[in-house]
């Protein structure tokens, strides 16, 4: 093997190592130009390998201040940096925060370059600016919860009263209630009014990074940590809401325990306790009772939590509420579509208050969002307007069908007329669901019935969910 291949041989190998490495790195020459960008460069900053390779890195990023590049300030001043937060946009006006180490490269006392090593803290970081609210930011009030239902009417009374006091909150509810509107409204109701509402879902990030969100970090703590204030501190004076608190491991419940005891929280890496005023608000979306049974709360942690314990109704629980809640919905998304829809039809409503709503209020209103994109110029929501996966429930699908007859067949929308195409489909699964009903979905006297192959109307049913009820 000749130096030539020599030197092939031991370029792939140093190419394959700089792309497993799990660190971003970026080299620039002495003109400021990148000559090495590794494969997680490319994921961490989003860009081709060709978009940054041989070009200067102030034509491809963008910087608050040239002054702000680490690269730079390592190549100009010949700066060493570790542990630097950084900032910046790639060339299409992406924002990336990185944690970076930073150092010249220097030959016979020259500086002939400059070597960055980069961990990327994008998501974390945008994750940390959207659970802090300020003040004015937590829209929800009292007045902000629809309904009139005695179930509802009874919790709205128990918070309106917990406002006044600093105790601890614990509100229960399944996926969809509306946890995170009781608990700003019980921050906006409170003297704390005007003081940081910080909330955060314990199940969105690993154990790892929510211990040192929660309670901050001390710089050099662990790589890539940086002096930081968890969301105790920045919640000071405030209300701090912990989302699905079930979710955190045992370990981290005990400190969250302290916390709340005490008062104080101690940084990730340091020695020192800082006190904080803060009230905390918890939400589970199971039963605590069965949450402690399986390990998955501890029992300490929920005697401190429940001071005040509030339980949010499921929709199913408040169907009186349902009539109330849609014509609201259909108003809000008036506003936001420029639209000018009426209402509902008294069928589809109908129908709405014989389902269970497994998603709570969130799916009710998905689903008017999600019928309000299918108008066209009609000003009522029709049993056709509402989501196909709505629809194909088969617990609507026969009560719609039955409240047509033949002749008749699908005006319960009105008396919208409607594309050919649209029509003949909603003809056909009438009409097959019809026939499947009559022989009691057996599917070989169906099939000879309507005059096609078993395997024909199998496939049909497939293409348009029909099973039986």
């Known amino acids: 093997m000749n130096h030539t291949e020599d030197y092939k041989h031991l370029f792939s190998i140093y ?8 660190v971003g790195i970026h080299v620039i020459n002495k003109e400021g130009k990148t000559i090495i960008y590794n494969k997680k460069m490319v994921e961490i900053e989003g860009m081709n390998v060709e978009d940054v390779l041989d070009k200067n890195i102030l034509d491809v990023f963008t910087f608050h201040q040239n002054e702000d590049s680490t690269l730079l300030q390592a190549l100009k001043k010949g700066k060493t940096t570790k542990n630097s937060k950084q900032t910046y946009f790639n060339n299409k006006g992406q924002e990336i925060t990185t944690i970076n180490d930073t150092f010249p490269i220097i030959n016979e006392d020259r500086t002939i370059g400059a070597i960055e090593i980069a961990r990327d803290v994008t998501k974390l970081e945008k994750l940390i600016r959207q659970n802090i609210h300020k003040k004015g930011d937590t829209k929800y009030t009292f007045d902000s919860i629809i309904g009139s239902s005695e ?3 009874a919790v709205i009374e128990t918070s309106k009263r917990a406002t006044r006091t600093v105790s601890s909150i614990l509100i229960i509810g399944e996926t969809g209630t509306g946890k995170e509107l009781f608990a700003q409204s019980i921050h906006n109701g409170s003297p704390r009014s005007s003081a940081p509402f910080i909330s955060q879902n314990c199940a969105a990030l690993p154990d790892t990074l929510i211990e ?6 001390k710089k050099g703590a662990f790589t890539g940590a940086i002096e930081r204030p968890g ?16 979710s955190l491991n045992p370990a981290l419940q005990a400190k969250l325990l302290r916390a709340i005891q005490e008062k104080k929280i101690r940084r990730v890496g340091d020695t020192k306790d800082i006190e904080v005023d803060v009230r905390i608000i918890a939400t589970i979306n199971e039963d605590p009772i069965d949450a402690i049974a399986a390990g998955r709360l501890r029992k300490d942690l929920y005697y401190r939590l429940s001071v005040v314990s509030l339980f949010i109704p499921p929709l199913r629980n408040r169907k009186e509420d349902i009539e109330e809640l849609v014509h609201f919905f259909i108003e809000k998304y008036n506003h936001i579509f420029g639209m000018s829809v009426k209402g509902i039809e008294q069928d589809v409503l109908n129908q709405f208050k014989k389902y269970d709503w497994p998603g709570n209020v969130r799916e009710l209103e998905h689903i008017i969002e999600g019928s309000m994109n299918l108008i066209d110029y009609e000003d009522m929501i029709s049993y056709t307007h509402l989501p196909i996966s709505f629809r194909n429930k088969p617990q609507f699908k026969d009560d719609f ?6 002749s008749d067949f699908m005006i319960t929308s009105g008396k919208s007329i409607k594309p050919l195409e649209q029509y003949m489909e909603e003809a056909e699964v009438y009409y ?14 169906a099939a000879a019935a309507l005059g096609m192959s078993r395997q024909n109307l199998q496939y049909r049913m497939r293409k348009y969910t029909i099973q039986k009820s």
């Not at 069908?401 to 033949?406: A, I, L, R, Y």
């Open 15 to 22: 190419q394959r190592i700089l792309d497993e490495i799990d």
């Open 151 to 153: 179930e509802i009417k």
């Open 212 to 217: 040192g969100i929660l309670f901050g970090t």
């Open 231 to 246: 969301l105790f501190e920045l919640a000071e004076g405030g209300t701090l809401l912990l989302d699905e608190i079930n």
């Open 401 to 406: 069908s039955s409240e047509s007859n033949g």
């Open 432 to 445: 097959l669901r019809k026939v499947l009903k009559h022989h009691d979905y057996n599917i070989t006297k």
